[in-house]
């Protein structure tokens, strides 16, 4: 066997049709084909889990118990592996705590540095804070005023209430003669001093009066060291001027009076502490800047940096609204409260009929955060019709949602008080996360969160400026050489606009997924065997070469790099490559061509090689649609980044987003305008990002956002079930005979309730098996042989075939079997034609990828009836396509907006972009250099755009299309030949 390959023989995972695969070691290799060819059965299925099995099977029995272990592929052999790590889209954090910084391992870099080389300041004062021995303060003294009288005193009490009668006793007994209170020096023997307990007053031992010159310096130390054992480590200094005044006094009296600094006042500590607040901290360590440690974590928000609480804006969703139309939402419905608010309303001189916006400020306060202990009188009429009266304290909406929620018996009464909160910075650290005594330390002027605070690319310059001396600059140098690698590996992935302080789980698939590759470029590995998910997803083209680069260097490292990739860039870029097909499903699992780039252009039946030879080609639209129906304004957006922009969406076209990334292109689309429609058009009450006007409202009466997260967080939920198939289907076994003979409705066909299904396993089809330190197992249910349903249920037939064979029917055979039931076969045609026709009606929804979910809920909305009214909304929707899948997804787009409906596209795929009718182009940087409108218009008008980046690639494009009907001619030859 060669050492320089891995060889793979006989792969027979999911759909792998017992191939034999020849990987070459220590390469860039992309694996590309259409969804469902099996790309990832093949790299994290196959290699991943047999490389991670084999590495775990080499620890010991206690190790395995604390680590996951992967079950054994369906393969004959696999040789040449290394230890494999996966970095794939589905392992982004949803833990509050961590944060881009914390995934690089950059803040803790940052806490090292900053508990070494920071300097404290008083967080009330700005003073710096530093430990100092007696020699030190004296010799500061000294250095004060030379030749300058002063008095040294020991501030024994700083803004305490009291009389101290007993203080000026004792300090008289130990032989003090004289003490300044509040400002003004008295002696002690003189009658007794009373003071007024009920304030707060401030006293300062008289320890010494000397001259400040270099003879008397073995004096000020000895009355240094009385004043610090008296004053826990402080002394104060006040120089007196010419005639032995205090300076810039007169009267004799100093600022102590009110507890400030006066003129000529010194202090000092010997101890880490501010001597005039008294703010103090131990020795700084790396712990007491980590937000995820009692030692400097906030302590209201523990570190997380923010609270969820009812917010006024989802209680009030519609300030437009009055009182008796419902502003308040939480409570429009019902007989109670809607009486009560009419009461608190005309108590505070407002009726129920006044919107909300019209209401005074202070009737707003009063509804929404109560009235305190005053009564009110609700004039009541309950459900029968009964009056009566009583008397109330308005405790205010708000409170009312937070003690419902929390009062709450039933889930659905808690899900639905959820829907009032948000997430809000918490309100003692304002976000940041620490205690103000940490921030309060700073390196150049910057706290550990402003530096947290800066963007990728602004980091480093700030470190690239930051320059020590001394013992610093040696302490500090190997910490900043760590941190700009690390920033800069962030850089060359493309995320040079992230903040160190962004939460990860704010994060998109591609960004998590290299934000982990540029932390394992940072771990310097060698001989590993990584595998990567598209890694190109969400990135701009203009950043493509940034990210191969990247690739490169890990390969470099004498690492073997395989991506299951689409993007043309990166296949081109790859060593070698595997074309997996020929088809999706049962009609994939092949190897249709493996080789360099070079030689997978030549290959034949390869539709990868088609469309990178030109041989096939998604064509640009003879012309773009012109709106006739008026658009949709969005003015003023400012969420994130966003710098007061204001765009207008074509009703009845194919509207596209672009930008580069991090550009505001989900700050306005998925923060600001999908819930500002969803709460004008779907009655939702969703937190809105800041804007300040929107209009066209009126022309949609649908808005549907399709996002990519899962359609359902169990097994049970599957493709069939969520488009409503599932239903036609049971109510179909429930009219054959048999059921009709046996009595059996459709809920006999049901695995998720009693009657039809297994109730051995439930209706899973299989059984867990815990094996303490192997990892957990499922194995078919024995009794219905993991087909879900009891013998009885399965002895009904349609056509030969029971529940469970439907079930596991593919899209594609399934289009088939039903081809005489018109209800069935259009909403399974819907499935097909949004490229899903290689699925199983029963695959768990826990399977599917971000990208396939997203595409189930697109077949969903195409089997309603069309109003031609619809707003859609799709974040990156060819996210895990081929190009031949992207042809059929705009297809249906395209069929979409035929039908008078408006869709609106969050896109990077050029194949998109220059099919769109109206292109919004946001830039030009990402971060604080984004947020603005570069470019708007026709992808023809787009492309004249200098300063646009996505113009200058469509620019490329048209120069180098052929024309519609060529491209067209082309595919009808190459579909004739195959």
């Not at 013992?471 to 800069?488: H, Q, Y």
């Not at 097909?832 to 990828?849: C, E, K, M």
Request: proline fraction near 4%; hydrophobic fraction near 35%; aromatic fraction near 6%.
């Amino acid at each position: 066997m060669c050492q320089n390959e891995i060889v793979i023989k006989g792969a027979r995972e999911h759909n792998l049709k017992d191939i034999d695969v020849t990987i070459p070691r220590d390469k860039l290799v992309v694996i590309t084909g259409l969804s469902g060819s099996g790309k990832s059965s093949l790299a994290f299925d196959t290699m991943y889990a047999e490389g991670q099995r084999r590495y775990v099977e080499s620890l010991s029995s206690y190790a395995r118990m604390f680590l996951g272990q992967m079950s054994k592929p369906d393969l004959d052999s696999i040789d040449g592996l290394s230890p494999a790590v996966s970095i794939d889209q589905k392992t982004t954090s949803r833990n509050p705590r961590s944060t881009v910084g914390t995934t690089t391992e950059i803040y803790d870099y940052l806490r090292l540095l900053f508990a070494r080389v920071g300097i404290p300041h008083c967080p009330e004062c700005g003073r710096v804070i530093k430990k100092q021995t007696t020699d030190q303060v004296t010799d500061e003294i000294l250095a004060i005023s030379p030749d300058s009288k002063a008095i040294i005193m020991a501030p024994v009490v700083t803004g305490r209430k009291g009389e101290f009668t007993k203080l000026f006793a004792d300090l008289q007994k130990e032989g003090f003669s004289r003490v300044r209170i509040d400002g003004e020096i008295v002696k002690l023997d003189a009658e007794p001093h009373t003071l007024n307990k009920k304030y707060k007053h401030f006293i300062d031992v008289v320890v010494d009066r000397v001259q400040l010159k270099e003879s008397a310096q073995s004096r000020i130390a000895e009355a240094v060291e009385l004043a610090t054992k008296l004053a826990d480590g402080r002394v104060l200094v006040q120089v007196l001027d010419a005639q032995g005044e205090p300076l810039g006094e007169s009267g004799g009296k100093s600022s102590g009076a009110t507890g400030g600094l006066g003129a000529g006042e010194h202090l000092f500590s010997l101890a880490l502490a501010c001597p005039e607040h008294g703010h103090s901290m131990d020795e700084l360590q790396p712990r007491d800047f980590s937000f995820n440690a009692p030692y400097g974590a906030c302590p209201d928000c523990l570190g997380i940096g923010s609270k969820e609480e009812v917010d006024p804006s989802l209680v009030v969703p519609d300030p437009s609204l009055s009182l008796n139309e419902g502003a308040i939402a939480p409570f429009k419905s019902g007989n109670y409260y809607p009486q009560v608010l009419r009461a608190v309303a005309e108590h505070v001189g407002v009726t129920a009929d006044t919107p909300w916006e019209d209401m005074p400020k202070r009737a707003q306060h009063a509804l929404l955060y109560g009235i305190g202990d005053e009564n009110i009188r609700v004039d009541y009429v309950t459900v029968d019709g009964r009056e009566t009266y009583w008397y109330i304290e308005w405790e205010g909406a708000i409170a009312a949602v937070e003690r419902r929620f929390q009062e709450a018996q039933s889930d659905t009464q808690r899900e639905k008080l959820a829907t009032y909160f948000s997430i809000n910075p918490c309100q003692t650290c304002h976000g940041k996360r620490l205690k103000p005594e940490i921030l309060a330390v700073t390196i150049r002027d910057c706290s550990i969160y402003d530096v947290t605070k800066m963007s990728a690319i602004e980091s480093l310059q700030y470190f690239d400026n930051l320059h020590f001396e001394g013992a610093d600059k040696t302490i500090a140098e190997p910490i900043v050489k760590e941190i700009k690698a690390r920033l800069k590996f962030l850089i060359d992935v493309g995320l040079d606009y992230l903040t160190l302080d962004r939460a990860t789980a704010t994060l998109s698939g591609g960004e998590a997924q290299r934000i982990r590759l540029a932390t394992q470029i940072g771990a310097g590995l060698m001989g590993v065997l990584y595998i990567l998910d598209e890694p190109s997803i969400g990135l701009h083209q203009r950043d493509n070469e940034r990210l191969i680069a990247t690739l490169e260097h890990l390969r470099d490292l004498g690492n073997t790099v395989i991506v299951v990739e689409h993007d043309e860039d990166t296949i081109r870029a790859a060593d070698y490559v595997i074309d997996m097909g020929p088809g999706a499903g049962e009609h994939g699992g092949e190897v249709v061509a493996c080789g360099t780039p070079q030689e997978i252009l030549a290959a034949d039946h390869s539709m990868t090689a088609d469309y990178l030879s030109g041989r096939r080609q998604i064509p640009i639209p003879r012309q773009r649609r012109n709106p006739k129906r008026g658009e949709l304004k969005l003015t003023g957006a400012q969420e994130n980044n966003l710098q007061n922009v204001s765009i207008s969406v074509p009703f009845g076209t194919l509207t596209v987003i672009t930008g580069v990334s991090g550009s505001g292109k989900s700050s306005l689309i998925t923060d600001t305008l999908a819930p500002a429609l969803a709460n004008r058009v779907n009655h939702a009450h969703r937190k809105t990002g800041e804007y300040k006007k929107i209009t066209g409202v009126d022309k949609i009466d649908k808005v549907i956002n399709i996002d990519q997260s899962p359609i359902g967080r169990t097994p049970r939920s599957n493709p069939a079930t969520y488009i409503g198939l599932w239903d036609d289907i049971r109510a179909l076994f429930a009219s054959t005979q048999e059921s009709k003979a046996r009595g059996y409705g459709p809920g006999r066909f049901s695995f998720n309730v009693n009657g039809g299904r297994c109730e051995a396993c439930k209706g899973d089809g299989q059984i867990k098996i815990e094996m303490h330190f192997l990892p957990d197992i499922f194995v078919p249910c024995e009794v219905c042989n993991g087909q879900r349903y009891n013998r009885e249920t399965l002895q009904v037939t349609y056509r030969g075939k029971n529940i469970a064979d439907v079930l596991n029917m593919t899209v594609e055979d399934a289009l088939e079997f039903f081809e005489n039931i018109p209800g069935i076969k259009r909403k399974l045609q819907t499935l097909h034609d949004v490229g899903l026709g290689y699925i199983r009606l029963g695959q768990p929804a826990t399977t599917l990828s971000g990208g396939e979910a997203q595409r189930v809920k697109l077949a969903s909305e195409l089997q309603k009836r069309q109003t031609g009214k619809t707003f859609y909304i799709l974040d990156e929707p060819t996210t895990g396509l081929h190009f031949e899948d992207v042809r059929q997804l705009l297809e249906v787009l395209q069929r979409l907006v035929d039908a008078g409906n408006t869709v609106l596209v969050i896109e990077h795929n050029l194949d998109v972009i220059k099919s769109a009718d109206y292109i919004i182009d946001l830039g030009p940087e990402g971060g604080d250099r984004g947020g603005t409108i570069v470019a708007a218009g026709t992808p023809e008008e787009v492309s004249k755009i200098e300063s646009s980046y996505t113009g200058h690639f469509l620019k490329r494009i048209f120069n180098n299309a052929p024309a519609y009907d060529e491209v067209l001619e082309a595919i009808a030859c190459i579909d004739e030949d195959e």
